[in-house]
């Protein structure tokens, strides 16, 4: 037990430390943000924030320490090391009542039993959005709407994974993500790192964390104005247990936030905020699986799975809490498990 609460200590301390190191490389940035166009805005990436995997977003997102398949890419790219066969996933996401399209798939391969690498695509999109600065008449004071034009908006990206096994408990993992964006003419193009680690001291239960933007992610705009993008540091724990041939899964995550969000967030110190994400899932015989959590967001979800050979289905909901005016939130994913 000593030694357990020594290595969850190292982990800790690790990850802090990597945060702070973050938090310097922003304060030194800032100091010349003004001069070189810099600057930092609390939603850059905003679409990448939101997870991925039905099963991991029925769980509310609590999947830090949980991450065992190719959707680990994303929320812990130490948890690909968990994979045995190739792995590839495909994700639908309808938002905001058909008004937003997110799409997501990736493909891990273990290179080793101490080695596994994968790639993660993420695509959202809106389109005809009204651009009315030139449909201003100014005779009548109303916009001509046969002078209004549309035009759409993409933000992309592309996850590189890799990770590896140090001993039976621990493993760590690292990623280097390409973004694009566009709206109507105008794009950016950016590139950020991901450290991850995965500490499992008993058979059952695992610690998780997880460094975003670990040295900031930079977006570069052809307008000339650079955006960076805040480190966000999550720490997860979850425990598996059974009773009988029913299979219980709880989970949860700390979020923690730089980026000056306050009253948004569950708790807050000046620009320091955090969140919590909580979840569990319940399996019967590895077949069916029934999912809740609750979100950082203020988003209550719940879903299901169905495990075939070699195929997973999973669905998950989500609503927010206080406003039904966003409407209802559904993902689709499937991951195929490619070998015996």
Request: with cysteine.
């Amino acid at each position: 037990m000593i030694l357990v609460r020594r290595k969850l200590n190292s982990i800790l301390v690790l990850l802090c430390s990597a945060w702070i190191y973050s938090i310097s490389v922003i304060f030194l940035i800032s100091a010349n943000a003004q001069a070189g166009g810099i600057d930092f805005r609390k939603y850059t990436l905003d679409f990448l924030s939101t997870g991925v995997g039905a099963r991991a977003l029925g769980m509310g997102g609590a999947f830090t320490s949980v991450a065992n398949d190719v959707s680990a890419g994303y929320w812990n790219p130490a948890g690909l090391i968990k994979i045995t066969f190739p792995q590839i996933i495909l994700m639908h996401d309808s938002r905001y009542n058909d008004v937003v399209s997110y799409n997501y798939g990736a493909v891990a391969v273990p290179l080793s039993k101490t080695e596994s690498v994968a790639l993660s695509a993420f695509v959202l999109s809106v389109n005809g959005i009204p651009n009315t600065v030139n449909a201003f008449n100014s005779i009548t004071d109303r916009i001509d709407v046969s002078k209004v034009t549309y035009f759409g908006a993409t933000e992309m990206a592309l996850f590189g994974s890799y990770s590896r096994k140090v001993s039976e408990k621990f493993s760590f993992g690292a990623n280097v993500k390409f973004i694009r964006e566009n709206i109507g003419s105008t794009y950016g193009t950016g590139i950020g790192f991901d450290v991850g680690v995965l500490f499992s001291p008993t058979e059952n239960l695992s610690f998780g964390g997880d460094l975003q933007n670990a040295t900031t992610t930079i977006v570069a705009w052809t307008t000339g104005t650079t955006e960076l993008s805040y480190p966000v540091l999550v720490i997860g724990a979850s425990y598996k247990f059974s009773i009988g041939k029913v299979q219980l899964l709880p989970a949860v995550d700390g979020v923690f936030n730089i980026d000056n969000m306050r009253k948004s967030s569950m708790v807050y110190a000046g620009p320091v905020s955090a969140d919590v994400r909580a979840g569990a899932e319940v399996t019967y015989e590895n077949v069916v699986a029934l999912r809740a959590g609750y979100n950082e967001v203020k988003q209550f979800t719940v879903g299901a799975g169905l495990y075939l050979p070699k195929l997973e289905i999973d669905y998950s909901f989500a609503r927010f809490a206080y406003n039904d005016a966003l409407g209802d939130s559904h993902r689709i994913s499937m991951t195929l498990t490619i070998g015996n």
